[in-house]
């Protein structure tokens, strides 16, 4: 079991920057990657950006040299830095843990945090 709690979310105003925290605990071992996807109004949740055994990372199309994702093995904590922020952006980021393809390759969410971005 993972669990998994976000912050950092609010209001900012296009341009801003934001900086999501995702802290993880329980079998924090188990985990090959974390991420942070979105769900905006009236769409389908996609993935924003994914960093894989601390290391690795991928962005999509749409974010790439905006956002960065990093993450504090210390802490057991997965940031995400949004700079130039635009109102496409404004959604509910979900923090996401997926276990070891041995294990199965499980996903655990958390309760998400919204980012809204005024124009």
């Known amino acids: 079991q993972v669990q998994l709690v976000e912050s950092g979310g609010g209001l900012v105003k296009a341009g801003g920057s934001l900086r999501l925290s995702c802290a993880a605990s329980g079998s924090i071992s188990s985990i090959n990657a974390m991420g942070w996807y979105r769900q905006a109004p009236g769409k389908q949740r996609e993935l924003v950006a994914i960093?894989?055994?601390?290391?690795?990372?991928n962005y999509a199309d749409s974010v790439k040299g905006r956002f960065t994702i990093s993450s504090d093995n210390l802490k057991n904590t997965v940031f995400l830095q949004m700079n130039s922020l635009e109102p496409e952006d404004t959604g509910v980021y979900y923090c996401?843990?997926?276990?070891?393809?041995?294990?199965?390759?499980?996903?655990?969410w958390g309760k998400g945090t919204l980012v809204t971005v005024s124009s």
């Open positions: 996401n843990a997926q276990l070891l393809p041995a294990l199965g390759g499980v996903n655990y």
């Open positions: 960093i894989i055994r601390g290391d690795t990372t």
